[in-house]
């Protein structure tokens, strides 16, 4: 089992490596000082994090080769699209994309209002076909640990806010690197999300440590833990992490304002810019479906996500949780959950999409279709059981029963079923 297939790197420009997988040629910068052409490489969200040894990576590369143009042939197989049924100013939106030209808000706004089923199928399809042409088969995984469920922040939305009574867990540093490690020697990921609340008990000394010692596993290190400093966030980055996922949440500011009583909707987007001019990759996104949210503030979402030029959309629905000031609100429709990926995908053909656990907690088969709606990236969860039951942000998350072994094999079950490769190849 693998997360990555290693490339050649074939070429050097700057700080840009051209790697070629299968006769594939993709990019990614270069993270990892000691390589010149002619090395086999991992890429991870667009960089080049490691080498290793030709003899190993012709092994993999061998192992891999059949799986992975039969898989292609899976994935070329099933987006077919088909105009029936279809009205002309959703067939002349649709074509405007297949052609490369820019939609408008006003026809990305209608297609987010589309109910019709064929006109539905057909929006879907066309998401799923750009992100063929654009990414191929290739679909990231990265595994994600969950280390505290502490969170000094009340977010109404939240099933971990500090307002709720639950019980509360924090992972010692040394007990999350050994997690870190298992999932790398062990499960072969090569790229770690670590979430928590936002805790401060994890000051940056001890992130730092923790980072510095994951470093040395040579993979990707994401950081998903809400509201710190630049600053901290900048000895981070030196200290070897390189991603970092922090949402904004919403686009509207009297939600915002509503649901997030412990910043502004404008810090929150300072630091999301922060986070990507330090050079960090970065996810960002948003929820789906919260209260008093319209059609066309999902649109705004969409819109503000794409100019903050994330390398990754992260965005799920809004799952109201008992005991919350939201508790009674309502559940989103799955298909504007469908439509709101897929019009991601249509308003920004090259993004890296996630599919959420939100999505698949709301609805067992939403994790499959959001992957046909345009959705190209996901994670596996690899916190441990007893404390990943623990991590509440909404209730009865999805996967969450099961152990990690089952989870690897039901995701890798999925995507070998649509044709997609477990990899992140780096991008085009
Ligand atoms: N439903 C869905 N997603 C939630 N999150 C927090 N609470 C909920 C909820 N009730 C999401 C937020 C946050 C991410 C870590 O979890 O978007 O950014």
Not at 205 to 231: A, H, M, T, W
């Amino acid at each position: 089992m693998c997360y990555a297939i290693p490339g050649k790197l074939v070429e050097i420009r700057d700080n840009i490596g051209i790697i070629d997988y299968f006769g594939e040629k993709k990019r990614a910068r270069i993270d990892y000082s000691d390589v010149s052409i002619g090395d086999y490489v991992y890429a991870q969200g667009g960089l080049l994090i490691n080498k290793i040894k030709e003899k190993e990576a012709l092994e993999i590369l061998d192992a891999w080769k059949e799986l992975f143009f039969e898989l292609k042939k899976i994935d070329a197989k099933l987006p077919r699209v088909q105009k029936s049924g279809i009205s002309e100013s959703v067939l002349e939106a649709l074509n405007k994309v297949n052609s490369n030209r820019e939609l408008s808000k006003e026809e990305l706004l209608s297609l987010l209002k589309i109910v019709n089923k064929d006109e539905l199928r057909l929006t879907f399809e066309t998401a799923n076909n750009i992100r063929q042409k654009k990414h191929g088969n290739a679909c990231c995984v990265h595994g994600i640990i969950e280390f505290s469920n502490y969170c000094q922040s009340n977010c109404f939305y939240c099933g971990i806010r500090s307002g709720r009574d639950i019980k509360r867990y924090r992972i010692d540093v040394d007990e999350i690197i050994s997690i870190a490690k298992d999932a790398v020697i062990e499960l072969n990921f090569k790229a770690i999300v670590l979430q928590s609340g936002e805790d401060i008990w994890y000051e940056e000394e001890k992130l730092i440590y923790l980072v510095k010692e994951l470093r040395k596993l040579n993979i990707l290190i994401f950081l998903s833990i809400g509201d710190r400093s630049p600053d901290t966030y900048k000895k981070l980055y030196e200290a070897g992490a390189r991603g970092a996922l922090l949402r904004f949440e919403t686009s509207n500011k009297d939600i915002f304002n509503k649901i997030k009583p412990d910043t502004t909707l404008e810090n929150r987007l300072e630091l999301i810019k922060n986070l990507k001019s330090l050079g960090f990759v970065l996810a960002t996104g948003f929820l789906v479906g919260l209260p008093e949210e319209t059609c066309e503030d999902i649109i705004n979402n969409i819109l503000l996500t794409k100019s903050l030029k994330p390398d990754m959309y992260s965005l799920g629905p809004f799952i109201p949780v008992k005991d919350t000031p939201l508790e009674k609100s309502a559940f989103i429709d799955k298909n504007t959950l469908l439509k709101t990926i897929a019009i991601c995908r249509l308003a920004d053909n090259d993004a890296n999409i996630l599919v959420t656990s939100a999505l698949e907690t709301q609805n067992s088969a939403a994790k499959k279709e959001g992957l046909l709606a345009g959705a190209n990236s996901l994670m596996v969860n690899i916190t441990p059981k007893e404390y990943r039951s623990l991590y509440r942000i909404y209730d009865e998350r999805a996967g969450s029963e099961k152990g990690i072994k089952e989870n690897i094999n039901d995701t890798l079950g999925l995507l070998y079923s649509l044709g997609r490769a477990p990899t992140d190849l780096g991008v085009k």
